[in-house]
């Protein structure tokens, strides 16, 4: 028998590399955060709100307010993550919102608007300032964050999901243009995860049985789950993986969408 290779506890993948990441105070952006902390990255955090992180500032980890639906705003973020760390090899963005529920005649313009900017506006802003500092540096990765919404429609979430889509579409897009730069372009899209955004959900409780009654692991994610999956696809063993569209979600888009036979038959 050959001699076992121990598996290393913290693998430290991520090991002197500056991580970008939006959202970086909220559920699962700050549950990634720490995740990266702990495999040896430094992380510039911007969000709209500090919410706790205060206490946890740090020589790896730098906070700065940042509204990332500003075009201006995510490029001086940007310039400003450069100028802190010195460079920049992993740009995430999670930040976002799904707005007011309601169809597309009920929706304000500006809301609409609002919402294109904030989550799929802002990974435009910042992917093109971002990549171009990546190729100089000889390459680096760039993880989104959709969801399941931006894979089909939900009903009363059409900004949301009109966005969402948007952002799988766009990372398509730059992974093509960039692969021959080094530079890698993927997405996460995340099912149902307990975090701030979907705390009202569990107030409902008709729509919340539902809600896990449609997911064939039958709970909620803690967002550590989904984040081990962002940093999977930011870290080298993702190699030679680009353009893809990589869903963690209990099971929920595995299913066609027709009744649960096993309940009722
Ligand atoms: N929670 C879920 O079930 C779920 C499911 C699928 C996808 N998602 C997506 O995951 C990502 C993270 O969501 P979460 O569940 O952690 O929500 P969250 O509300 O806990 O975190 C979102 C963060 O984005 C920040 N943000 C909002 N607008 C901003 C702006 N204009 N500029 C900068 N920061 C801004 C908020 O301050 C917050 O810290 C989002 O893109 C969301 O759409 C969430």
New binding site residues.
Partial sequence: MGSIVPVPITPQRFAGKIVFL??G?????AATCELFLAEGASVFV????A?DIASKLSKTLHFQK????DPVACEEAVRACVAHFGRLDVLIN?????GPVTDVPGMPVEEFQKLIG??LGSVFYLSRVAIPQMIKQGGGAVVS?A???GLAGDYGLCAYNAA?AGVINLSRAMACDHAKDGVRVNVVC????I????AAFETQPDMYADLLDGIPQGR?CD?KEVGRAVLWLASDEASFTTGTTLVVDGGWGARSGAPKFTKYM
């Fill in positions: 939006t959202g105070t909220g559920g699962l952006g911007v969000d709209l709100h919410h940042c509204d990332v639906s999670c930040a976002g919102r799904v904030l989550n964050i969801s399941t919404s969402k995340p099912g149902y995860m975090t701030p955004m979907s909620g967002p």
